[in-house]
């Protein structure tokens, strides 16, 4: 077939633009063809680029050589259009289509490339196999789905650089060459040819830079920055993703606070979201208690303390260990359950628990005997009166022990994670993750009052929770109990959630030569090693270091959210497998001897 040329043809309209209104108007449209229809002298072409899809129609009696070439059109040719639009005859509109009140009637059609036979096609909803997609993504892309999800992802990257840029933050690049910096996973590294045996790390975030960027006096910085972490990989992580990270100094947490409400509601308005701030905000504490985890999904009902309700006598009666939390919540909408699935359920609770000492105390049961039928009241008066709700209460048996691993507050956490469980199992009824489109789909929270430390059963030592440059509360520096007891001491650490995922955390920051080094002296650290990883950091912070702080969330799963995508990858345009591979470009690949010489690195033989 002979490929016709593009000369000097330009095009008038996209694909999406074409109405009713511009009737009888001579136009040239290029774009791929989407789908054809062959009728005999009549033949349609759906021609598609970005913006949209338009009906082409080469008549036979119109254009002989238009339709000709049109026979030997396929899907995904790349074609230009010349001709007249023209309104669709009266019933004939395809209402699912915004072009659909007309069609183009060509008068001279241009094949400009072909295409071999596509694995799958773009113009279809239904979605090829993912490892399919990510090796052909070039034609993945093509979807109206994914171009969609990348215009929005500019359009709210835009609209938070707009936003930061007019509240005085300058974007400043921070280098992708580095030495290891503190997020805690695992570095990427890059051999030096120039230093054998040395090696650049790939930063897991620009935390030490932004934080020298306030040392040096630059007072509100941002950037949209690529990070990079070696971990293994979950469903909803990438080895490489963007943050909108940010630092200022002299911020009080409540300013960093005000900065990401303003930004995000800049955000969320170019999906048509307008969102009302300030956001709730809650403490650590009261999240692990009335949610039993660090990032609570605001969709649903809270759990609720029934500790003090179960009296010393009733937990005598009822076998439940004194002392320990009784918690209850209620799945909500769950509405009347037969014999058989409610029995399915309180094996689902037990299954869950184990043998941890937790187990589900039956209210319905409860009310059938009159020495519980009060507490049975109680207990639906403070958790839930509806009938449709499903009542869920847990106890713990005699001999429960009060700590886990270290953790007193394991059994908040349990049963918040069964709340999600029971939640998640019956979102069909409760209807609390479907999107109605406005605000009320995105509960956000602040949490804020983070513990400082966490403990380390297996290796026995206090781990910072955050990176280690995460001040203390001054109180907590103050009384000491850095010291003396860790546990105790909270972190002016602070992480914004939204509908139970954590988006982003950050902290106000040590800006204390001193403070800092007792912090890296608390975590176990020597001065020498201190000195080793962060000295260049430590020796910065002796020349005037400004109280500072900030934050940095997951540009990604913003998108993903806004997208109504389940997948990062989907908001990704070039993203790696779960295994941390590049199907398209097939990353990452052996390379020759000679690149291993130069770089001073000699392959070793598999470890048996
Ligand atoms: N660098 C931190 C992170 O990537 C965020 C911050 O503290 O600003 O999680």
């Given at each position: 077939m002979t490929l016709d040329f593009l000369g000097s043809l330009q095009r008038t309209h996209t694909c999406g633009a074409l109405r009713g209104e511009q009737d009888g108007q001579d136009v040239v449209l290029m774009g791929w063809v989407n789908r054809r229809r062959d009728h005999g002298n009549l033949i349609f072409l759906d021609v598609r680029d970005r913006t949209g899809i338009t009906q082409v129609v080469l008549d036979k009696e119109v254009s002989g050589e238009a339709h000709a070439k049109a026979e030997a059109a396929r899907p995904e040719y790349v074609v230009a259009v010349k001709g007249k639009v023209r309104r669709r005859g009266a019933g004939l509109d395809n209402p699912n289509m915004p072009t659909g009140q007309i069609e183009v009637v060509a008068r001279e059609l241009l094949l400009l490339n072909e295409a071999k036979t596509p694995p799958f096609s773009p113009a279809e909803d239904a979605i090829a196999n993912e490892e399919v997609r990510l090796k052909y993504r070039y034609l993945d892309l093509r979807r109206p789905q994914m171009q969609h999800n990348f215009e929005l992802r500019h359009k709210v990257a835009r609209a938070i650089r707009n936003y930061l840029s007019d509240e005085g933050f300058l974007e400043i690049e921070t280098p992708f060459m580095t030495r290891s910096t503190p997020e805690g996973a695992r570095d990427y590294l890059v051999p030096s040819r120039v230093h054998a045996g040395n090696f650049y790390a790939l930063p897991q975030s620009p935390q030490i830079f932004k934080q020298i960027l306030m040392i040096s006096g630059f007072d509100k910085y941002f950037q949209i920055a690529r990070c990079f972490r070696d971990e293994d990989l979950r469903a909803d992580r990438q080895p490489e993703f963007t943050q909108i990270d940010l630092e200022m100094t002299f911020p009080h947490q409540e300013t960093v606070f005000r900065v990401v409400e303003g930004f995000l509601t800049a955000a969320f308005k170019t999906a048509g979201i307008s969102l009302t701030s300030p956001f709730v905000q809650m403490t650590y504490d009261d999240a692990i208690r009335n949610y039993g985890i660090d990032k609570p999904d605001m969709r649903l009902p809270p759990m609720v303390s029934l500790t003090d309700e179960l009296t010393p006598e009733l937990r005598e009666s009822l076998k439940i260990e004194q002392t320990l939390p009784v918690l209850g919540f209620a799945v909500p909408g769950v509405g009347a359950l037969s014999g058989t699935q409610r029995r399915g359920v309180v094996d689902e609770v037990r299954a869950t628990f184990g043998d941890c000492g937790l187990d589900f105390l039956d209210v319905s049961r409860l009310k059938t005997n009159d020495a519980f039928a009060p507490l049975a009241e109680t207990i639906e008066r403070k958790v839930s009166n509806d009938a449709a709700d499903l009542l869920i209460v847990v106890t713990p048996k005699l001999g429960t022990p009060a700590r886990w691993n270290h953790d007193p507050q394991w059994i908040y956490k349990r049963v918040g994670a069964l709340r999600l469980q029971l939640a998640a199992k019956f979102a069909d009824k409760h209807g609390r993750f479907a999107k109605t489109g406005t605000e009320a789909d995105y509960k956000f929270v602040w949490v804020t009052d983070f513990p400082m430390y966490e403990w380390d059963e297996e290796t026995k030592v206090w781990n910072a929770a955050h990176h280690p440059f995460t001040s203390p509360h001054e109180e907590d520096i103050k009384s000491g109990k850095l010291t003396s007891d860790k546990g105790a001491v909270r972190a002016l650490a602070y992480d914004i959630v939204l509908n139970g995922t954590e988006l982003g955390s950050g902290s106000i920051r040590i800006h204390r030569q001193d403070v800092q080094a007792e912090i890296f002296r608390s975590l176990g650290m020597t001065d020498a090693e201190a000195k080793e990883r962060f000295g260049f950091f430590l020796d910065a912070l002796e020349y005037g270091t400004p109280p500072h702080g900030g934050i940095a969330l997951g540009l990604d799963r913003i998108v993903m959210i806004l997208a109504g995508a389940t997948s990062l990858r989907e908001v990704i345009a070039f993203p790696k497998t779960?295994?941390?591979?590049?199907?398209m470009v097939d990353a990452p690949t052996p390379v020759s001897e000679q690149q291993l010489r130069e770089l001073h690195l000699r392959i070793a033989p598999p470890r048996s």
């Open positions: 779960a295994k941390a591979i590049d199907l």
